[in-house]
Nanobody, 117 residues
Framework: QVQLVESGGGLVQSGGSMRLSCVAS????????MGWFRQAPGNKREFVAE???????NYIASVKGRFTISKDSAKKTVYLQMDALKPEDTAVYYC???????????WGQGTQVTVSS
């Protein structure tokens, strides 16, 4: 089994910055794709960003130029640096990952990010 644990959420003012971290543990032989999703109240969970095994990154259009995803493969950790935060970025952010060359998705428990106007 694989476990994902997020940290770094909280309250920040509009225009501020915040960094989320997600550490993967358990039976991991290889880290494939890791990324972040978010879910605001009343909305469906949506994709935010991902980083592949080779280091390629993808972002939802609304965060391009403001968010940066990165990873430390040795630590099995993925980060999401969020700058120029907006109130509409307020959501529970979930870490997501695929490991060991399998297509199964693993999820973290989520961390709340609140951006005040």
């Amino acid at each position: 089994q694989v476990q994902l644990v997020e940290s770094g959420g909280g309250l920040v003012q509009s225009g501020g910055s915040m960094r989320l971290s997600c550490v993967a543990s358990g039976r991991i032989d290889s880290v494939d794709t890791m990324g972040w999703f978010r879910q605001a109240p009343g909305n469906k969970r949506e994709f935010v960003a991902e980083i592949t095994k080779s280091g390629n990154t993808n972002y939802i259009a609304s965060v391009k130029g403001r968010f940066t995803i990165s990873k430390d493969s040795a630590k099995k950790t993925v980060y999401l640096q969020m700058d120029a935060l907006k109130p509409e970025d307020t959501a529970v952010y979930y870490c997501n990952g695929q490991f060991n060359s399998r297509l199964r998705d693993y999820w973290g428990q989520g961390t709340q990010v609140t951006v005040s106007s």
